[in-house]
Nanobody
Framework: QVQLVESGGGLVQSGGSLRLSCRAS????????MSWVRQPPGKGQEWVSD????????TYADSVKGRFTISRDNAKNMLYLDMDSLKAEDTAMYYC?????????????WGPGTLVTVTE
């Protein structure tokens, strides 16, 4: 059974940094494209970033480009999101999911998410 467990969220001041982690199991992680998706309080889901299964290709939403970095460790079944220069608008519940920008909605194995709160 597919399981995705996010961690690393917390309270941080604007301009600060944070690293989010995602532990994956129940599927062939090393052969799966992965995405980070976030949902601000009271708002809809927003795709943030994706990475190909071999880490050859990474893409970012315009809102986080230049500030966030996605990476993975296939030997550990881990996905990461390094966030720098955080802004109040980055406040959201963050989720990791299989797929890329155009395909993540095809998957339904949502984990608990991890909450990031950025204060001004």
């Amino acid at each position: 059974q597919v399981q995705l467990v996010e961690s690393g969220g917390g309270l941080v001041q604007s301009g600060g940094s944070l690293r989010l982690s995602c532990r994956a199991s129940g599927f062939t992680f090393s052969m799966s494209d992965m995405s980070w998706v976030r949902q601000p309080p009271g708002k809809g889901q927003e795709w943030v970033s994706d990475i190909s299964y071999g880490s050859i290709t990474t893409t970012y939403a315009d809102s986080v480009k230049g500030r966030f970095t996605i990476s993975r460790d296939n030997a550990k079944n881990m996905l990461y999101l390094d966030m720098d220069s955080l802004k109040a608008e980055d406040t959201a519940m963050y989720y990791c999911l299989r797929g890329r920008e155009s395909t993540w909605r095809d998957y339904r194995d949502w984990g608990p998410g991890t909450l990031v709160t950025v204060t001004e």
